[in-house]
């Protein structure tokens, strides 16, 4: 998603005595740090209902991943996840969101993110395509995404598929308690960049659970030690999207929808929904 950049507090109500998460998260705060409000810590409850969430959001993409073939169009893909979504008694996130009017993001080669699928689009042999689901159940929401290779594809495309894979593994690995966002992001893109690619700038992942779209902005680039305080009970994607050329993009302004990169090359992303807790990331989109 795009940016969002809200800053606030970490706010306890006068009278309340502080507790030693309240003291810890002050105390960074007190020294300038861009800490959480209160509100984006989950309770055990919450983030039991993104992870029930989550398994809808798995089951869906492990459908694709066995459905998905060459000759498909990416209007058949739509179709399996809201069949399988509403059978499960959830609702596809992107469906109406803010104007988007399917079920499901397709993103295929140069096209970084949001893509609409379409009954014009047919997959062929070296495509390379996001599938980004997003599914709400009983409120709560999860998020994910994974590439999938239509055949076979050259090395190049191969390699940027793989290494946007490594990307989020990595970004996964920097995130600790108590670290900082910029940490995650940092990881990333020095992964990339050690592989030739770039890392687009205009997107970033974000905390999600009661909304899709939450504090904080999860940007795939940055400085360690930068961005919001990682604290346990945050909830949130990372999900870099990795450009074989340039780390430009754009907005179709046709649909309105569509990143596309600006040099036209290839572009690969892979997500998770993750919860922090006292020992780093648990992924609850598996
Ligand atoms: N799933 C996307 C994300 O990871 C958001 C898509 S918004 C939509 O942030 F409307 F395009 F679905
Ligand atoms: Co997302």
Partial sequence: MFKKRIRRNWFVPKGE???ELDKKVLSFQNR???????????TPEQVEGIRRSGVVNTGVLDLVA????????????DQLVYDYTVGHGAIP???????FPKSVCTSVNEVVCHGI????????????????????????????SRMFVI??????????????????????????????????????????KKNGFSVVRDLCGHGVGLEFHEEPDVEHFGRKGTGMLL???MVF???????????????DEEDGWTVVTEDELPSAQWEHTFVMTEHGLEILTY
């Avoid at 066995?66 to 893909?77: A, C, D, F, K, V």
């Avoid at 490594?166 to 990333?188: H, K, S, Y």
Wanted: glycine letters at 10%; aromatic letters at 6%; proline letters at 6%.
């Fill in 151 to 192: 055949g076979k594809t050259t090395p190049e495309k191969q390699k940027l598929v793989d290494v946007a894979r490594e990307c989020l593994e990595i970004g996964m690995e920097a995130a600790r308690p108590f670290g900082f966002v910029g940490d995650i992001g940092n990881a990333i893109e020095k992964h990339a």
């Fill in 66 to 77: 066995q459905e998905i073939h060459e000759g498909m169009t990416t209007l058949e893909i």
């Fill in 117 to 144: 699928p379409s009954e014009s689009e047919v997959l062929k042999e070296g495509d390379i395509i996001n599938v980004d689901v997003s599914t709400i159940l009983d409120g709560y929401y999860s998020d994910a």
């Fill in 237 to 251: 994607t990372i999900e870099p999207m990795v450009n074989m050329g340039d780390w430009r993009v754009f907005v």
């Fill in 17 to 19: 005595e502080l507790t």
């Fill in 93 to 99: 996130a992107p469906l109406n969101y803010e104007g």
């Fill in 32 to 42: 300038g740090c861009l800490v959480p409000s209160r509100d984006l810590i989950k």
């Fill in 231 to 233: 604290v346990p009970g």
